[in-house]
């Protein structure tokens, strides 16, 4: 007697990964064909396609990171969408337009400030309330930090004090030596971070608990979860990007600044990252966490400041990338807190809630400065 055949197995199911996981970025793809939305309905709708992507970008690199292991895990989300990102910024300013002088520094400072103080402070606190104190190795976290202080400080505020250029901006000479320094440090940190110095970036609690009740990840379903990992960021950045002017006419019908709209995308293109980050701190795995805050915000300068520099100087643009001293003073207070609260190896609410204040200090004082 002749057996019904099996039902045809899905790309989804063939591969093990969830239906939902495959479909949301897939969907969210497909509505950039429709366009920039304009009324509301169509916003809300790509609004939801967005979040379904974000959540699927997750999905996809929890299964990487196992089938990996740490700290390769949080570095190819961390990579991934700073590159993404990166392709954002230099389009733009190929595409030219107000505000293009001023769009790398803003959208670092922004990067840094949702990394470093949004979503350090909530780990810290989401982790803290759960399991009162949490551990991480303090060797890996003091390097990136003292990398992270040298960029930043070289990136942002050092233009200001440079003589060869007046205001802000560096000369071509400078301009160049920076942007290789930038990936000198860029490189060194992920030498460092996995080859060199890997035991550093990883915690003997989370090595030895993290997926143990897990069954290995088969390399197929690995191969697909990057793939799609890959089309959900790149929905993720679209969708922001084409959910910006609905965001502008937002800003502007609240009478906030216009940089609030940056620091909105930023968010939006960084939300990936935080989901993940706050997932792991919820789980006991902290490390996890400052992985994936201090990597991408190394990344996002390490990235940025090459590929920028690369396009102002072929396009003969001017590079504004000193801050106002408003800004000066946030950078500097961000870099003294993070030395300070990450200068133990265990964390609990108290620095949680420090970070998160600094954040919406920069938060009010963009709409209110």
Known sequence: MNQPAPPAATPATLFGLSPWAVAAPVLAIGALLFGKPETLLPALIAGILLAGAIMAAVYHAEVLAHYLGEPFGTLTLALAVTVIEVSLIVSIMLGGGDGVQSLARDTLMAALMITINGIVGLCLLAGGRRHHEQSYTQSGVSAGLAMLATLSVLVLILPN?????????????????????????????????????????????????????????????????????????????????????????????????????????????????????????????????????????????????????????????????????????????????????????????????????????????????
């Open 161 to 369: 004090y440079t003589v060869t250029a007046p205001g802000a901006f560096y000369s071509a000479k400078q301009l160049v030596f920076v942007a290789a320094v930038s990936l000198v440090v860029y490189a060194t940190f992920v030498l460092a971070q996995t080859i060199r110095h890997r035991d550093h970036f990883l915690h003997h609690i989370e090595e030895a608990d993290d997926h143990a009740h897990e069954a290995p990840v088969p390399r197929a379903k690995a191969v697909a979860a990057a793939g799609v990992l890959l089309v959900a960021l790149v929905a993720v950045v679209l969708l922001a990007k084409s959910l910006s002017p609905m965001i502008e006419a937002g800003v502007a019908a609240a009478g906030a600044p216009r940089a609030l709209v940056g620091i909105i995308i930023a968010a939006l293109v960084l939300a990936p990252e935080g989901f993940a980050a706050y997932r792991a701190a919820k789980a006991n795995r902290v490390q996890t966490s400052l992985n994936l805050a201090i990597g991408s915000a190394l990344a996002a300068i390490g990235l940025t400041i090459p590929a920028v520099a690369a396009v102002a100087l072929l396009l003969g643009l001017d590079l504004e990338l000193g801050l106002s001293p408003k800004g000066v003073v946030l950078l500097a207070l961000t870099l003294l807190v993070a030395s300070l609260t990450l200068g133990r190896g265990r964390t609990t609410i108290v620095q949680g809630v420090i970070h998160l204040v600094l954040f919406a200090t920069y938060l009010f004082t963009t709409i209110v400065p």
